[in-house]
């Protein structure tokens, strides 16, 4: 069974860091590209990042371009964002995201969610 | 890139269909056949119904179908049951990024 467990979301203020994790099982997750995608209480669904197979490729939704980064270790089946400079407007559920392999980004399996909250 | 364009709210009586739109542009739902399609409960994560306009994972029951024409891309909803009252959710792939729609309340009366 394919499985995806966030964590790491926590309250943090204005500016402040936090990395998220994604334990994966249940698939080969060297082989997967993965993303996180996030909803902030009550709002609409966002992609934020991408990351291919291999961790070289990655991509961004423009408003966190510079400020998060998506990485990986697919020794560890793990995925991983780390979160700068965060802003009020941050403030969401994040979920760890696999893919259909080839489908043009078509979200088959979602985590549970971390909420990460920003605020003072 | 602006967001996909959905109504807010669509509904049904049980055993009806409906349909809930997706309008894009030529650079997202119209260049790409590439359209997916997510059903969300309360406090759930989103479930994929539909991807690549039209197929069905396994598991989603073929009440759920998708179609496009053009920009625009549609999830019918035939013989509405109670369980399918819930929040949903069109994506299309734009290029290295994908977009998702603002989301329709699914009410079954």
């Known amino acids: 069974e394919v499985q995806l467990e966030e964590s790491g979301g926590d309250l943090v203020q204005p500016g402040g860091s936090l990395r998220l994790s994604c334990a994966a099982s249940?698939?080969?997750?060297?082989?997967?590209?993965m993303y996180w995608v996030r909803q902030a209480p009550g709002k609409g669904l966002e992609w934020v990042a991408t990351?291919?197979?291999?961790?070289?490729?990655?991509y961004y939704v423009g408003s966190v371009k510079g400020r998060f980064t998506i990485s990986r270790d697919n020794a560890r089946n793990s995925l991983y964002l780390q979160m700068n400079t965060l802003r009020v407007d941050d403030t969401a559920v994040y979920y760890c995201?696999?893919?259909?392999?080839?489908?043009?980004?078509?979200?088959?399996?979602w985590g549970q969610g971390t909420l990460v909250t920003v605020s003072s | 890139q602006s967001a996909l364009t959905q109504p807010p709210s669509a509904s049904g009586s049980p055993g009806q269909s409906v349909i809930i739109s997706c309008s894009g542009t030529?650079?997202?739902?119209?260049?790409?056949?590439?359209v997916s399609w997510y059903q969300q409960h309360p406090g759930k994560a989103p479930k994929l119904m539909i991807y690549?306009?039209?197929k069905r994972p396994s598991g989603v029951p073929d009440r759920f179908s998708g179609s496009k024409s053009g920009n625009t891309a549609s999830l019918t909803v035939s013989g509405l049951q109670a369980e399918d009252e819930a929040d949903y959710y069109c994506?299309?792939?734009?290029?290295?990024?994908?977009?998702f729609g603002g989301g329709t309340k699914l009410t079954v009366l």
């Open positions: 990351i291919k197979a291999d961790g070289i490729w990655k």
């Open positions: 995201v696999k893919d259909v392999p080839g489908s043009g980004w078509s979200f088959d399996c």
């Open positions: 994506s299309s792939y734009a290029g290295n990024n994908v977009i």
């Open positions: 030529s650079s997202d739902v119209g260049g790409y056949d590439y």
């Open positions: 249940g698939f080969t997750f060297s082989s997967s590209w």
């Open positions: 690549e306009v039209n």
